[in-house]
């Protein structure tokens, strides 16, 4: 999830659950498949993008330390 929101394409086996697709620059592959198909597909994918522009089309902002860090602070401050 966290490759996917810094801008990152994925290759996954189809076996990882599908809740972690969090973008549309993700890709499953059977186990069974052959070394060969896979290279294959790998080299079709369109790789490159702005990674930095990408995160801010993507809802991973729940990712964001700082944002987290903030609301950490204020559940522990809630409970003195």
Do not use: H, M
Request: glycine share 2%; net charge negative; charged share 30%.
């Amino acid at each position: 999830v966290e490759a996917q929101c810094s801008g990152l394409y994925c290759f996954v086996s189809d076996t990882v659950a599908p809740e972690t697709r969090v973008s549309g620059r993700y890709d499953t592959f059977s186990l069974n498949e052959s070394p060969t198909a896979i290279a294959e597909r790998l080299q079709r994918a369109e790789l490159a993008c702005d990674r930095y522009a990408f995160y801010d089309t993507l809802a991973c902002d729940w990712l964001d330390i700082e944002k987290e860090a903030r609301k950490l602070e204020q559940y522990y401050f809630a409970l003195t």
